[in-house]
Nanobody
């Protein structure tokens, strides 16, 4: 069983930066593939970024060049650095973990989820 706890959300202005953290439990964190998703009211949960146990990463086109995913296996933590935030980035951001290979962009392919953290970007 893996537990995920997100933190770092908040209210910022357009152009600001935020760093989200996802702390995980479990001794096999380094073997999990990690993803960040987001969901805004009335919309489906969408893929934001993902990372393998090594350096493989994937990003949604809407955040490429602005967001960076990273992980610290020693701290069992994955991060999402968000720069140049836009009002359309407003959403609840979720951390997810997956045991199998790859970085799928479909939420159903992830095994564990955090409770989410709210990010609100004002114009």
């Amino acid at each position: 069983q893996v537990q995920l706890v997100e933190s770092g959300g908040g209210l910022v202005q357009a152009g600001d930066s935020l760093r989200l953290s996802c702390a995980t439990s479990g001794r096999t964190f380094s073997s999990y593939k990690m993803g960040w998703f987001r969901q805004s009211p009335g919309k489906e949960r969408e893929f934001v970024a993902g990372m393998t146990w090594g350096a493989g990463t994937a990003y949604a086109d809407s955040v490429k060049g602005r967001f960076t995913i990273s992980r610290d296996n020693a701290k069992n933590t994955v991060y999402l650095q968000m720069n140049s935030l836009k009002p359309e980035d407003t959403a609840v951001y979720y951390c997810a973990a997956r045991r199998l290979m790859g970085i799928p962009r479909t939420p159903a392919n992830y095994d564990y989820w955090g409770q989410g953290t709210q990010v609100t970007v004002s114009s």
